[in-house]
T-cell receptor
Framework: QKEVEQNSGPLSVPEGAIASLNCTYS??????FFWYRQYSGKSPELIMF????GDKEDGRFTAQLNKASQYVSLLIRDSQPSDSATYLC????????FGAGTRLTVKP | SAVISQKPSRDICQRGTSLTIQCQVD?????MFWYRQQPGQSLTLIAT?????????ESGFVIDKFPISRPNLTFSTLTVSNMSPEDSSIYLC??????????FGPGTRLTVT
């Protein structure tokens, strides 16, 4: 079974800090990687995708990919209480596999 | 990104009945997907629905229980048949747009009593 693993959390950070969310995947054939944010009672919202090794920045979000280590991360700078949500990591190989999600709480 | 709507947004159904969930997209898309998300759990893919072909079901999901239609490039339905309380879940449709990015509809919250 090709898996995507995430620490379930909860991860708690103070407002203004950097939140670091991590994900590993087992399918070496995975080529595309995604981070979704899911607020309680809502559907997942795509916030970042990354296809190449290295960093990709979009506003306060940075996605990092290391295919050799089969590792993906999401950094959220200047965390805000509105960032409190569950973050799902996904890897696309032959199909899309989702991790179980990490619950993030940003405390004012 | 595509704008996706689902109907109904929620429903409470009796055991043994069936519910059809509709998914409408504001643009033509090739790939549509149906997922289930049970409380506190991640997403489980039920099936992939491509227009003009039979849906492809994941292990553990069968067409008799979850028949899918895909009559055109903007619309799909998922039916949950002969429901039991174990079918209580959130059902989500998604579409592939751009590269491999998937965008999700708002979901249908189903409770089976």
């Amino acid at each position: 079974q090709k898996e995507v693993e995430q620490n379930s959390g909860p991860l708690s950070v103070p407002e203004g800090a950097i939140a670091s969310l991590n994900c590993t995947y087992s399918d070496r054939g995975s080529q595309s990687f995604f981070w979704y944010r899911q607020y309680s009672g809502k559907s997942p919202e795509l916030i970042m995708f990354i296809y190449s090794n290295g960093d990709k920045e979009d506003g306060r979000f940075t996605a990092q990919l290391n295919k050799a280590s089969q590792y993906v991360s999401l950094l959220i700078r200047d965390s805000q209480p509105s960032d409190s949500a569950t973050y799902l990591c996904a890897a696309q190989g032959n199909d899309m596999r989702f991790g179980a999600g990490t619950r993030l709480t940003v405390k004012p | 990104s595509a704008v996706i709507s689902q109907k109904p947004s929620r429903d409470i159904c009796q055991r043994g009945t069936s519910l059809t969930i509709q998914c409408q997209v504001d643009s033509q898309v090739t790939m549509m997907f149906w997922y289930r998300q049970q409380p506190g759990q991640s997403l489980t893919l039920i099936a992939t629905a491509n227009q003009g072909s039979e849906a492809t079901y994941e292990s553990g999901f069968v067409i008799d229980k979850f028949p899918i239609s895909r009559p055109n490039l903007t619309f799909s339905t998922l039916t949950v048949s002969n429901m039991s309380p174990e079918d209580s879940s959130i059902y989500l449709c998604s579409v592939e747009s751009g590269g491999y990015e998937q965008y999700f509809g708002p979901g249908t919250r189903l409770t089976v009593t």
